[in-house]
């Protein structure tokens, strides 16, 4: 197991290695570190046959070559933007990924972020912290806002539905979906931008995606609607929107990613008093961790019992795993 201490207490934890621990002899990460390098993870590992991997560990086709008894890598995550897919496949290594058990705690966490944005909750905890009376300033009403959803996935759609629970006029933009669903209406990206109240970005992260909000889209957003970024940091043009925000182009900005390492808002960004910003904790909660987790457990056990597991990304390249080097 890569996990950092820090990584391991928040992302597996107790329960779920006991239970690794009944299909596998499991050693863990005692370096107290990120295994960043890949000299430092290979020495670390020594001759471990299955890898499971936080998502910060980088795994690539130096590992894979100094591992040959390597079967598996298993990411306790859905992102495996980390894992050079490509190289392992060449090497014949097997990479699979967790699904997503995060969808309720991001939605969760976007409906604080909705609420904090529109009646300043953060602003008047703060000043009450520096001993300061906050000003009384009129806050909004969600019920009857716009809340526009720029992707259709499984946390997009759960959104969708809380807004429309809370009153709020649903628009969502996915030029991969077509929706037909009661309470939602589907529009084009320009035309979402230009009618959102809150624009909250669930886009996946791909190269036509990247840098999908920038200083175009932050100028055609409703005079004082609010912006939202829960999915990836490289969607947005980080100073399109301090302009924007500087301008007044846009009342807020609330984001739980960014452009600064493991996905974390910019320093810059963070400190500013318009921004509401959370060190990417969206699925951290102990349902949504261990979700995970214990998808990795069910992994292992497959592997073990001879079975390709589920969530496998490359099986047919799996052939170190075919040429029975468990069993080794």
């Known amino acids: 197991m890569t996990h950092s201490p820090d990584m391991f207490a928040n992302f597996y934890g107790d329960r779920a290695l006991t239970a690794l621990r009944e299909h596998a002899d499991v050693e863990v990460n005692e370096t107290g570190m990120v295994l960043a390098d890949p000299a430092a993870l290979v020495r670390a590992a020594g001759d471990a046959h299955i890898l ?12 894979f070559s100094a591992m040959p008894g390597l079967v598996a890598a298993c990411r306790v995550a859905v992102d495996i933007s980390t894992i050079d897919v490509a190289a392992a496949s060449q090497a014949g290594v097997l990479v699979t990924r967790a699904t997503p058990g995060f969808v309720t705690a991001v939605c969760e966490l976007a409906l604080g972020l909705l609420v904090d944005l529109a009646r300043g909750v953060s ?3 703060m000043a009450y912290r520096r001993g300061v009376s906050p000003a009384l300033l009129r806050g909004r009403q969600l019920a009857g806002a716009t809340l526009g959803i ?12 809380l807004g429309v629970m809370l009153g709020m006029k649903v628009i969502i933009s996915d030029p991969h979906q077509t929706i037909d669903r009661e309470g939602v209406r589907q529009v084009a990206f320009a035309a979402l931008l230009g009618e959102a109240d809150y624009v909250v970005c669930l886009a996946l992260s791909t190269v036509d ?7 175009a889209a932050f100028g055609a957003m409703r005079q004082g609607a609010c912006f939202i970024n829960l999915s990836r940091g490289e969607l947005v043009d980080e100073h399109a929107l301090v302009a924007a925000l500087d301008r007044g182009q846009l009342g807020g900005a609330a984001m739980d990613v960014g452009r600064a390492p493991d996905q974390r808002p910019s320093p810059f960004l963070a400190a500013r008093p318009d921004v509401i910003a959370t ?21 292992v056990a497959a592997l073990a019992a ?9 099986a047919e390249a799996a052939t170190r795993w075919r040429s029975g080097l468990l069993n080794g």
Do not use: M
């Open 52 to 63: 499971v991997a936080d998502r910060s560990t980088p795994i690539g086709a130096a590992v």
């Open 123 to 125: 602003s008047a905890v």
């Open 150 to 161: 720029v992707g259709y996935g499984a946390i997009g759609r759960r959104l969708a539905e």
């Open 209 to 215: 995606t990247a840098g999908l909000f920038n200083a």
């Open 279 to 299: 060190p990417h904790i969206g699925g951290l909660t102990l349902e949504a961790a261990e979700h995970q987790a214990f998808d990795t457990v069910r992994q």
């Open 306 to 314: 001879g079975r390709l597991p589920d969530g496998a990304v490359n």
